[in-house]
């Protein structure tokens, strides 16, 4: 009786010990769970890899490993002086010259300004469905050239005889005149700005 005993008594404390280790789970809630508000903000860009952000470049299109300077513009090398190019594209058989390339012809300027001794050459060009007439290509071609220095010369005080023309009509496409896109890329300035 006693052996009866003692192992009904060994049976209910190992009862109790391995229900006190038992895990209850919990059933899964039925709210849905709270989300926070978190603040996010736009990632500052330099498309350039400059190291100059594009909210303040004033060159955003510098090529691969040139040195610039704090608005992201190329810094002349000691001994090396000026050299920067400008472009304009326009509307088909127009010439006026929009603000977006006002913008970066008043850059030109003060890079002209800065260097005094630097000279620029603009050439004007034309697209094949602007030629009625070979006159009139050329015509359109020079004009444009003539608007961007007098730009210069009229907004920005650069001596006229610091600026040199020419005008190359339809002769001299960088793209191909099959589709739109490559017209509208034949309309345009192009301008070199440099130290002799």
């Known amino acids: 009786m006693k052996t009866q005993l003692g192992n009904a008594f060994l049976i209910l404390v190992s009862a109790l010990a391995l229900s006190a280790c038992q895990t209850t789970s919990t059933a899964p809630s039925k709210e849905l769970p709270q989300h926070e508000n978190i603040r996010t903000t736009q990632a500052a860009i330099d498309p350039d890899s400059d190291g100059v952000l594009d909210d303040i470049d004033e060159c955003p299109a510098t090529p691969w490993k040139v040195i610039v300077d704090e608005v992201g513009c190329p810094i002349a090398g000691i001994g090396v002086g000026l050299k920067m190019e400008y472009r ?14 006002q ?28 030629v009625d007439k070979k006159l009139r290509s050329n015509s359109l071609a020079r004009n444009r050239a003539i608007i961007v220095k007098n730009y210069l010369i009229m907004q920005h005080q650069i001596d006229p005889n610091r600026l040199s023309t020419a005008s190359y009509g339809a002769q001299r496409p960088i793209a191909s005149s099959d589709t739109e896109e490559g ?4 309309r345009r300035v192009y301008g070199l700005a440099q130290e002799p």
């Open 88 to 101: 304009a594209f326009f509307a088909k058989g127009s010439s006026e010259l929009s603000k977006e390339y």
């Open 103 to 130: 913008l970066e012809l008043d850059k030109v300027a003060k890079k002209l300004q800065e260097y005094d001794t630097a000279t620029m050459r603009i050439e004007g060009h034309a697209s094949a469905d602007e």
């Open 183 to 186: 017209r509208s890329m034949n």
